[in-house]
C-alpha cells in the first residue's frame, strides 16, 4: 500500500498545511501595516483607513473567497482613485474628504454587488491588459512624484498634471529638509538592498529602525506618522450634496473598474500557475461586501493587489487561512503595538511606497507590445494619459480609446475575395495567395469582421463593387463565420444586398453560418433567401451545389 495515501498521513498533512499557513499570515501581516498606511497618505486620508481597509478585507475574503492566495488590502491605484475623487470633490477640507471618501468607497461596493448580481464577472476585460499596464506605468509615477514631499520634506504638492508636478519640485527645491531627505534616501536604498537577499523582510527592518530612531529624528525635525485614532471609524458616511450624485456614481465606478481589473488580474494569474479554479463572479460580491463595511467604517477601498498577493504566495500560503492569520495578526499588533506604529516616521512611509511602485516602472511589460507589433499606441496613449490628464481622467480616456480604437477596428469595411488553393477543398483570399483559383461564373466573398450596425452597409457596398467587376457571374457565396449573430441594421443590409442580386439574375447563397446565427435568418424568413440557400456547412458545399443543382448542399 502506498504510505502517500494512508489514513495516518492525512492528519501530518493538514498538519503542515496549516503551520504554513501559520507562518505565512504572520510574515505579511507585518508587511502590510506599514504599507496600509503609506497608502492612507496616497489616498489624503487619516491612518486609521488603511489599518481598517487591511483588517475588514483580509478577513472578509479570508472567509468568503475563493482564491488560496489572495490579499485584498488597499491598493496604490485605488487609493490614488479616491484621491483624486475626494479632491474633485471635497477641496482640501480633510474632514469632508474624509466623509466623501467613504461615501465612494460604500458606493464601489455597492457596484461591486450589483455587478456580481448581475454575474458580470467578465467586467474587467473592459480594460485591455495594455491599457492596465500602461496605466499602471504611468501612475507609478505620479504616486513616486506625490510622495517625494514626505520623503524629503519638500512642500505638499498639488494636482496630477505631472510637468507642473516637476516644476514645483523644482521651484521648491531650496526648502527641503536635509535630515528628513536622508533618512527617506537611507530607507530607499536599504530597501533595494534587502530586495537582493532573500528572505529579508526589508519593509519590517526599515521601520524597526526608523521606530528606534524616532525620537532623534523628531526631534530634528522629521514628521512622524502620528495619532491613529480608531475611534473616528465609528459613524455614517456623509451622503452627496446637490450635483454630486452623478460623479460620485462615475467616482464609484472608476474604482470598480480599476480594483476589479487589478484583483482579477492577481487571482486568474495564481490561479492559472496552481492550477486552481476562478470564480469571477463570487469574486465580485465578497469584494463588494469587503468595500460596504470599509465604506461604512471609512476605511480605504480594497482589492486584490500583486504585491500582496505574490507576498502571500512566496510565504508559503496554502489556503485562504494564510490571509484570517495575518487579519487576526493585524488585529493584535494595533491593540499591543499601536504606539510604535504611531511613531514610524513619513519619510520611510514614503520609501515603502515608491519601493513598492518602483516595480511599475520595468520598460521590458512593453516589449511584448513593440516585439509583436500589436497596441503599441494603446499602452502609449494610456502612460500619456495618466501623465497628463491626472489618475482619474487619464484612466477613463484610456479605457475610451481603447474602446475608440476597438469599434475602429470592427467598423472597418473589408471584403475578402476567395478562391481554391491547389485544386483542394480550401478557399483563401486571392489577394494574399495568388495562386488561388476562382471558380467559374462564382465569386465568394467573406467579410473580415462581424456584421452590426456601424459596418453593414459598407461591408454590402464593397460587395456590390465586387459584383459589378463580373460580366459572367452566376452565383455568390458569402461566407459568415466571422458573425456569430447579426442585428437588425445586419439584416436589412443583407436582405437589400440580396434583393439587388435578384434584380441582376444573380444566385445567393451564405455559408459557414454560425447555428444561432442561421436560426436567425430562418426565423426572419427573408423572401430573397430560401432555407435551402442557408444549408451549406463549409463553401466547398455551397460551390459543389452550384454544379449538382439536384444536391441539398448538405454534405458534412
Request: hydrophobic fraction near 55%; charge should be positive.
Amino acid at each position: 500500500m502506498d504510505r502517500r495515501h494512508h489514513p495516518m498521513n492525512a492528519a501530518p498533512a493538514a498538519s503542515s498545511v496549516r503551520i504554513a499557513d501559520l507562518l505565512a499570515g504572520l510574515a505579511i501581516a507585518g508587511l502590510l501595516v506599514p504599507e496600509a498606511v503609506a497608502y492612507s497618505g496616497i489616498a489624503g486620508m487619516p491612518p486609521q483607513a488603511g489599518v481598517i481597509a487591511l483588517f475588514v478585507g483580509l478577513i472578509c475574503y479570508g472567509l468568503l473567497g475563493r482564491s488560496r492566495f489572495a490579499i485584498v488590502s488597499s491598493t496604490s491605484s485605488s487609493a490614488a482613485v479616491l484621491a483624486a475623487g475626494t479632491l474633485a470633490l471635497a477641496g482640501n477640507d480633510l474632514a469632508a474628504r474624509v466623509a466623501i471618501g467613504a461615501t465612494l468607497v460604500l458606493f464601489g461596493g455597492i457596484c461591486f454587488l450589483i455587478a456580481g448580481a448581475a454575474r458580470l464577472g467578465s467586467l474587467s476585460h473592459l480594460i485591455a491588459r495594455p491599457v492596465l499596464r500602461g496605466y499602471t506605468f504611468g501612475l507609478a509615477i505620479v504616486i513616486a512624484l506625490k510622495q517625494l514631499p514626505n520623503l524629503g520634506g519638500w512642500p505638499g504638492l498639488h494636482g496630477d498634471f505631472v510637468p507642473l508636478l516637476m516644476a514645483d519640485l523644482v521651484r521648491t527645491s531650496n526648502q527641503v529638509h536635509p535630515v528628513t531627505l536622508v533618512t527617506g534616501l537611507m530607507a530607499l536604498a536599504l530597501l533595494f538592498v534587502c530586495e537582493r537577499v532573500r528572505r529579508l523582510p526589508g519593509s519590517l527592518l526599515v521601520i524597526a529602525l526608523g521606530v528606534i530612531a524616532s525620537g532623534w529624528l523628531s526631534a530634528h525635525g522629521v514628521p512622524l506618522t502620528g495619532t491613529i485614532n480608531l475611534h473616528m471609524a465609528l459613524g455614517m458616511p456623509t451622503w452627496p450634496g446637490s450635483g454630486q450624485w452623478l460623479p460620485s456614481v462615475e467616482l464609484a465606478a472608476a474604482l470598480l473598474l480599476i480594483l476589479y481589473a487589478e484583483s482579477y488580474s492577481s487571482i486568474r494569474g495564481f490561479a492559472l500557475k496552481h492550477n486552481d479554479p476562478v470564480q469571477p463572479n463570487r469574486d465580485l460580491l465578497v469584494l463588494g461586501v469587503a468595500n460596504v463595511l470599509c465604506g461604512l467604517l471609512h476605511g480605504m477601498p480594497v482589492g486584490a493587489g500583486y504585491s500582496g498577493t505574490s507576498a502571500n504566495e512566496a510565504a508559503g500560503a496554502q489556503s485562504r487561512l494564510a490571509g484570517l492569520v495575518a487579519g487576526a495578526s493585524v488585529l493584535l499588533m494595533v491593540l499591543l503595538l499601536l504606539r510604535w506604529i504611531e511613531r514610524i516616521p513619513e519619510a520611510v512611509l514614503a520609501a515603502i511606497v515608491i519601493h513598492a511602485v518602483s516595480k511599475s516602472w520595468r520598460l521590458s511589460v512593453f516589449r511584448p507590445y513593440l516585439q509583436w507589433k500589436r497596441d503599441r499606441l494603446l499602452a502609449l496613449a494610456a502612460v500619456v494619459a495618466v501623465l497628463s490628464l491626472g489618475i482619474l481622467n487619464g484612466l477613463l480616456v484610456a479605457i475610451a480609446f481603447s474602446l475608440i480604437l476597438l469599434l475602429r477596428q470592427l467598423a472597418a469595411a473589408r471584403v475578402s475575395v476567395l478562391g481554391r488553393l491547389a485544386n483542394g477543398h480550401d478557399f483563401v483570399d486571392i489577394a494574399q495567395h495568388p495562386d488561388a483559383v476562382q471558380p467559374p461564373a462564382t465569386l465568394i466573398l467573406r467579410p473580415e469582421e462581424p456584421l452590426f450596425f456601424a459596418n453593414a452597409e459598407s461591408v454590402m457596398t464593397l460587395a456590390r463593387q465586387q459584383v459589378e467587376q463580373r460580366k459572367d457571374l452566376k452565383q455568390v457565396i458569402l461566407s459568415l463565420e466571422a458573425s456569430p449573430d447579426l442585428d437588425s441594421t445586419a439584416l436589412e443590409s443583407l436582405s437589400d444586398f440580396s434583393a439587388w442580386l435578384q434584380s441582376r439574375g444573380v444566385a445567393l447563397r451564405v455559408a459557414r453560418l454560425k447555428d444561432d446565427t442561421r436560426a436567425l435568418l430562418l426565423r426572419a424568413a427573408l423572401p430573397q433567401l430560401s432555407p435551402q440557400a442557408l444549408s451549406y456547412w463549409s463553401v466547398e458545399d455551397a460551390v459543389s451545389a452550384s454544379s449538382a443543382p439536384s444536391s441539398t448542399g448538405n454534405r458534412a
